[in-house]
């Protein structure tokens, strides 16, 4: 890619008088996160309506948590990415940005801790893998513990009234979180540059969160290795791995 596409990215980003930021499966890639729909990706084995569906979990919810304390597994060995920290530290110099993720790892949550922006504005739309919620009450709660899914009467049960805890994800079929949502979309319509970085941008609500910041008048720029529907409405579209881009577009420059 001509350095004329990585600069031109970078002075959009950097002029921005409000960034929101989508991220994908694709910014995890660099951390050995397997993506949804790639080579090797989560997808291969198990079709999206076979797992990640509540029809799912209610047809089998041990094959279901299987699935899932594997991927905990996986994402637990794996660290953030040169994306992930310049992401985290561009947002701890520029809190008001909007990191808007459509990931569960947790991965953005844990560079942020890392520079101590904390206190960022990071909505993780579809939820996270490591946390639980009750089938059955209001009970909800952290858990990064490994999960046991050997046997139905050992998956994990909710201290408040027994029945089975499932993972705080958003399926397919599911809707996403209203406040969640409302903030991703305020974010995006408010904003004059959109960065969408390792997203197939197939799944929706979340792949119509650019479209808001392009019907408000502003613009789209896309770090991804391969085109996507996105791509034609994109100002700037880098075609490369976020963790290598990443740290160049959001660069500190004063
Ligand atoms: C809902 C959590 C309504 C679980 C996930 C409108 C049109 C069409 C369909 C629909 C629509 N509205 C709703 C639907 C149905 C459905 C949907 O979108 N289906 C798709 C398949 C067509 N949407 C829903 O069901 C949503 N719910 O709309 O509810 C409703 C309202 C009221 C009442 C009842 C219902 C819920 C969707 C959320 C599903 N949950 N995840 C879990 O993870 O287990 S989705 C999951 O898949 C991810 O979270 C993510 O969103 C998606 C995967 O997409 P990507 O992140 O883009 O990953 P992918 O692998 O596809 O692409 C990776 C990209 O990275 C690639 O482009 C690759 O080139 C690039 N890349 C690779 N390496 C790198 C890289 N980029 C940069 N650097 C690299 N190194
Ligand atoms: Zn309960």
Redesign the pocket.
């Known amino acids: 890619m001509r350095d004329s596409e990585a600069d031109k990215a970078r002075s959009l980003v950097e002029r921005a008088r409000r960034l929101v930021v989508l991220?994908?499966?694709?910014?995890s890639?660099?951390s050995g996160v397997?993506?949804?729909?790639?080579e090797g990706?989560?997808?291969k084995r198990h079709r999206?309506e076979e797992?990640?569906t509540p029809g799912a979990f209610d047809r089998d919810p041990r094959l279901v948590w299987e699935?899932?304390a594997w991927?905990r597994e996986r994402v637990l060995a794996c660290e953030p990415n040169p994306?992930h920290h310049a992401l985290a530290d561009w947002c701890r110099r520029r809190p008001e940005t909007c990191l808007v993720t459509?990931?569960?790892d947790g991965l953005h949550a844990r560079a942020a801790e890392a520079v101590g922006a904390v206190d960022g504005r990071l909505v993780e739309?579809?939820?996270s893998?490591f946390r639980v919620r009750c089938t059955a009450c209001a009970y909800r709660a952290a858990h990064t513990d490994p999960v046991d899914a050997t046997a139905l009467d050992r998956l994990p049960r909710c201290p408040d009234c027994g029945a089975l805890l499932r993972?705080a994800?958003?399926?397919?079929?599911?809707?996403?979180d209203g406040g969640a949502l409302a903030e991703a979309f305020a974010s995006a319509s408010g904003a004059d540059v959109c960065l969408v970085?390792?997203?197939?941008?197939?799944?929706?609500?979340?792949?119509?969160i650019p479209l808001a910041t392009l019907a408000s008048g502003g613009i789209v720029v896309e770090?991804?290795?391969?085109a996507?529907a996105l791509t034609p409405r994109s100002e700037v579209s880098l075609r490369?791995?976020?963790?290598?881009?990443l740290p160049g577009i959001l660069r500190r420059t004063r």
């Open positions: 991220t994908g499966a694709g910014v890639a660099d397997p993506t949804f729909r790639g990706g989560l997808w999206p797992l990640a699935w899932y991927r994306a459509q990931n569960v739309l579809h939820g893998l993972p994800v958003v399926w397919f079929g599911e809707p996403l970085v390792g997203t197939s941008a197939v799944v929706h609500p979340a792949a119509s770090v991804n290795p391969d996507t490369g791995r976020a963790a290598l881009l």
